[in-house]
């Protein structure tokens, strides 16, 4: 009897894993902090006002990254590096994925409805899960359609701007820019390449395959233009980061030491160095690719809240921001390690 009680229990526990796998949480601090950093920007330092708008950001992580998975699932099947996505192997139902990300939905809405409804702020945030639909519906079928999730996470910052005022601020746009060049990078240079082999196998055109990457064996030949466009990416993305410190939102300095300047420019060096990682990294490494990924994602994050560090210390304190920062260091390691172990690499 005691042992059927275990088993059940542990059954149950693994169950719980695979949903957890699912909504993927090593991942879902970007998207979770973008419509807190819009409202931020904009003047907001309530710490209610900022949980609700954390929990809107999470749940919009996990509808867009559950939908992906639900509209993906019969090609998802046919690779072998994510055939054991809970949806693919069936552990998961894809009636109850669906069920899943239409509730982070409802959800999203209802609490913007409830706690910050204006027509603008509203409508935003509608258009925002309407371009993360379109994205997961049609990105295996139109190429560039990372612009269109990059315009999702640009809206969502600054839904979370609407929601503190219908004026929106300049940092709270330049914010925004930010994670929608993110988004554009990662998703359309950094995931679509390790997926170069099979996507082209299976005709599926995303952007590195339309500038002509393609594998010769164990290789990626990348033609000029494309890692051209990769380095613009990446070099847009650095420059529209450090606008808030050019334009005078933020300062360079922090007590007088120009540590938020030198940790940017240390920042942007490792994200230059990972995507060189990236970019040159073979087939037959793909773990070692996806380790630059990972660690490129990672410090992606960090952008933000280091660009914001005198204007977060200013209106928010010292201990907070410390620790705040430290969340975001330490919560994507720790979801990786206790899903997938030493390795620290996804289902990706």
């Known amino acids: 009897?005691?042992?059927s009680i275990l088993?059940?229990?542990f059954e149950i526990v693994g169950y719980i894993r695979e949903y957890i796998k699912?909504?993927?949480?090593?991942?879902?601090?970007?998207?979770?902090?973008t419509p807190v950093f819009g409202a931020l920007c904009n003047g907001e330092f309530d710490a209610f006002h900022l949980s609700l708008l954390l929990i809107i950001g999470l749940l919009g992580h996990i509808f867009v990254f559950v939908q992906n998975d639900y509209y993906d699932m019969e090609i998802d099947r046919q690779s072998k590096y994510v055939v054991q996505r809970p949806?693919?192997?069936g552990v998961i139902s894809r009636s109850n994925a669906f069920i899943l990300f239409l509730c982070s939905f409802c959800v999203s809405m209802m609490l913007a409805a409830v706690f910050f409804f204006s027509v603008r702020s509203f409508v935003v945030l509608l258009v925002s899960f309407l371009l993360m639909t379109l994205y997961n519906r049609y990105s295996k079928r139109i190429p560039g359609m990372e612009y269109v999730l990059g315009a999702a996470v640009l809206m969502y910052g600054l839904f979370g701007a609407l929601?503190?005022?219908?004026e929106i601020s300049t940092l709270a746009i330049i914010i925004s820019c930010v994670g929608f060049m993110q988004w554009v990078f990662s998703v359309g240079v950094s995931a679509n390449l390790k997926d170069v082999e099979f996507d082209t196998k299976l005709g599926i055109r995303t952007t590195p395959v339309l500038f002509g990457v393609h594998?010769?064996?164990?290789?990626l030949k990348k033609p000029v233009r494309f890692i051209m466009y990769t380095y613009a990416i990446k070099g847009i993305h650095l420059l529209v980061a450090m606008l808030p410190f050019i334009l005078g939102y933020t300062s360079i300095l922090l007590n007088g030491y120009p540590i938020p300047l030198i940790g940017f420019f240390i920042l942007a060096c490792i994200l230059l160095f990972t995507t060189r990682g990236i970019l040159t990294t073979s087939l037959e490494e793909r773990n070692l690719m996806l380790r630059y990924e990972g660690v490129h994602e990672g410090?992606?994050?960090l952008l933000i809240p280091l660009v914001l560090l005198s204007y977060l210390v200013e209106h928010v304190g010292v201990l907070p921001t410390f620790c705040f920062m430290l969340f975001l260091i330490f919560w994507p390691l720790l979801s990786l390690r206790l899903l997938f172990g030493k390795t620290l690499i996804p289902l990706e």
């Open 299 to 301: 410090l992606a994050l």
């Open 1 to 3: 009897m005691m042992l």
């Open 22 to 33: 699912l909504i993927r949480p090593y991942g879902m601090l970007f998207l979770g902090f």
């Open 163 to 166: 929601t503190v005022s219908d």
């Open 215 to 219: 594998a010769i064996g164990n290789q």
């Open 7 to 9: 088993n059940k229990g």
């Open 87 to 89: 949806l693919t192997t």
